[in-house]
């Protein structure tokens, strides 16, 4: 079954499901110096990576993000953005039907990520349900198998961090410390 990406286009569509679509990223990857990198997946694999990325950025800053879900579509927008309320570091205004480039910029970030490696993935566990950091099997005339478990001591570990992808979005998302969550 073909992959349909539907990109968002600041008017809030119901159906968007990414924030860069192939062409976006390939001009991205080539200005970056990562064409090849992302021309080595395919056609299909790319826009499945697109959405992911689009996910994984919706998930991860849906309470950081910066403005307000734009008025005029926040009941029917499928995404985080478009935004109402954003201003540039200059004080000019983003207008509520604009992407700012470098959504679409970390979303080819992330999309590179989820292509390659995967983002996020879920953790994997022993048969005691202890987490394993590190799992390695050795055969050399007779077998060894080294686990390493997630340590408790250095607590729970939420998410990767992308630093690249990350830098991209600063000006959108606000500081995890300053977040606040109520019930």
Known sequence: MAITLTKEDGTGLANANSYEDDAGAKAYMELTGRKDEWAAFG????????????????????????????????????????????????????????IPAAIAQAC?????????NGINPNPTYDASG??????????????SKETEFASASSGPVLFRRYPRAEGVLREYITAASRTLLRA
């Open 43 to 98: 056609t299909q694999d790319r826009l499945a990576a697109l959405i992911v990325a689009t996910q994984f950025m919706d998930q991860t800053y849906r309470c950081r993000w910066l403005g307000e879900l734009a008025e005029a579509t926040q009941d029917t927008q499928a995404l985080d953005w478009p935004r109402d309320g954003l201003k540039l570091p200059s004080g000019a205004v983003i207008a509520s039907t604009a």
């Open 108 to 116: 080819a970030e992330y999309a590179l990520i989820a292509a390659g």
């Open 130 to 143: 202890k987490s394993i950091s590190k799992l390695k099997v050795r055969v050399e005339g007779a077998v």
